[in-house]
């Protein structure tokens, strides 16, 4: 069945770190739970939500930012950044997952009109950023891994203690 909820992190908290970011003002902004997020280049380390097609993902809104910004005193709002090994992402899609046509696959990410992330199995090839790893039939979700050359932070490596 096809489906549209938040996307969410559902395996590999390890690899990810919670940071906190100053919402970039702008177009791509504010973002809702579920958004994917980039981090801008430069002094300031804004986070915006990603643009369609996103050629670089830092991580993932667990939080709106428009009520986040008011829990700190500073106005940073925490994100999660995605590292690249064993981060699996949960997403809707507005098609119904089939094992054998979809999971090995590669996809592109669209966000619907209510702002949720979703797979796009009509993206293929150049335009797509995840890697479909799973299924789950009753729910819709489909399970991905995002690229690593399109994770702007692939090479995070998350210290234990």
Avoid at 92 to 104: C, D, E, I, L, Q
Avoid at 123 to 132: E, H, L, N, Q, Y
């Amino acid at each position: 069945m096809a489906s549209l909820f938040p996307a969410y992190l559902a395996q590999g908290h390890d690899n990810t770190l919670v940071q906190e970011f100053v919402p970039a003002q702008g177009a791509n902004e504010p973002f809702i739970v579920g958004d994917f997020v980039v981090v801008t280049t430069g002094e300031s380390s804004e986070a915006e939500r990603c643009g369609a097609d996103p050629v670089l993902i830092a991580g993932l809104s667990e939080v709106s930012s428009e009520a986040a910004r008011l829990l700190t005193p500073n106005g940073r709002v925490p994100l999660r950044i995605l590292g690249g090994s064993g981060v699996i992402i949960g997403l809707s899609s507005a098609t119904t997952p089939v094992y054998a046509t979809h999971v090995g696959n590669s996809y592109g990410i669209t966000r619907a009109a209510g702002g949720q992330w979703q797979l796009d199995v009509a993206k293929t090839t150049t335009s797509s950023r995840v890697k479909v790893v799973g299924i789950d039939i009753p729910s819709g979700t489909f399970f991905v891994q995002i690229h690593q050359n399109v994770l702007q932070f692939a090479d995070l490596t998350v210290a234990t203690a």
